[in-house]
Every structure is written in C-alpha cells, then in structure tokens.
C-alpha cells in the first residue's frame, strides 16, 4: 500500500446498487465488446444502446476513439498504456453498474490478461464479453480511416492485427463472425442472449 493509500478511505453512501437497479427497473451490467479495428463493434454497440433506450432501459455507450479523446488522451498505444486504458475503463464500466447503468464497451482490448482483470474489476457476474470476430481482410476493405493502410506503411506503431497482436478470446459469452453478418442480426444475436443469461 502507497503512502497516497494509505490516507484514503471509502466513503459510504446512503443508496446502494440494489436501489439504484429497482429505481431504473433493470439489471446493470457490461456488455464489453472486443475485437479488430473495423470489426464492427462500435457500429453495433451504439445499435444495441439504441434497442436498449427504444425498449426503456437505461444504458450509455463507451467507446475507444471516444474515451481517448478525453479521459484517456494522455495514453499512447504503448503495451503499457494499452493495459491502462482497459483498467480506467474498467473502473468507469463499474462504476456506472454501480449506479444502475447497463454499459456498452466497445474496445479493441487485444490482450487476454487486460479482458480478464476487466473481468475481475467489473465483476464475472457483471462482464459479458462479445467477441465481435471479422478477418483481417474484411477490416481492411471496411477500414474508412485508413487506418490499416497506414499502419502497413509504418506510419502508424503498435497497431493491432499489423504491428501488435490481438489474443483471441478463449471462450466468450458471446461470439459474432460479421464478415456476413448484418448490423441488425448482429444486434440481435446481443439481445437473445442477454434474454437467455437473465439480463433483460
């Protein structure tokens, strides 16, 4: 423990989770979607927050590009700060359950061992992790930013699936091949199985 640690303790709070969940009518949770650049999954996380805002629950989007632009600008993407992304990520997934929120994560998070400390800061009950699996090839033709090509040219370091490596996930909760798989089946395959695990 850190002498900064050992000054600070936790505050109690007169509302807990439980209250927060039955003042909001549903479970909270994380949905943590994982996978290749242009795989898809920032496209169907905010199509799965729309099913879920249309049908009354009360949910919010977290997305990579996003959260670098703000609370993780300071982060390059660096081993080490790829790790530490995922942990601040983590941290606001579960803070956001604790208020009653479902969370819909999307973000590359290449390594097992950040998906998997996740995990354990989110919670296993609270962690659904959707393997959002395309090919290399698919990415690149999808890829608007032009990302790969860049990446391809050495113009872009530590870039997944070209100059880092993604680590596959062992067993998701949820696995979507979408190289033929339409954003609407997609979001639908999401919502079945949140229905099967009791989450909606």
Not at 57 to 82: A, K, M, P
Not at 140 to 150: E, M, N, T
Not at 162 to 170: L, Q, R, T
Request: hydrophobic fraction near 35%.
């Amino acid at each position: 423990m850190s002498a900064t640690e050992q000054n600070i303790y936790s505050q109690s709070l007169k509302v807990n989770r439980q209250q927060r969940e039955k003042n909001n009518n549903q479970q909270s949770f994380t949905l943590w979607l994982t996978g290749l650049s242009a795989a898809g999954k920032s496209t169907i996380a905010t199509e799965v927050d729309l099913w879920l805002f249309e049908n009354g629950y009360r949910s919010y989007v977290l997305d990579g590009d996003n959260t670098r632009l703000g609370i993780n600008r300071d982060l390059s993407f660096s081993d080490s700060d790829r790790k530490e992304n995922i942990r601040r990520i983590a941290e606001v997934c579960r803070l956001f359950n604790d208020a009653g929120v479902i969370i819909v994560a999307a973000y590359v998070s290449p390594f097992e061992e950040d998906r998997t400390s996740a995990k354990m800061t989110i919670g296993e009950n609270d962690f659904i992790e959707v393997f959002i699996d395309a090919s290399i090839e698919t990415c690149k033709a999808r890829d608007k930013k032009g990302l790969y090509a860049k990446a391809e040219k050495g113009e872009i370091e530590n870039f997944t699936g070209i100059s880092s490596k993604y680590e596959v996930p062992a067993s998701p909760d949820i696995h979507i091949i979408t190289d033929n798989c339409s954003v609407e089946e997609a979001v639908q395959t999401i919502i079945n199985r949140l229905k099967e695990l009791d989450k909606l």
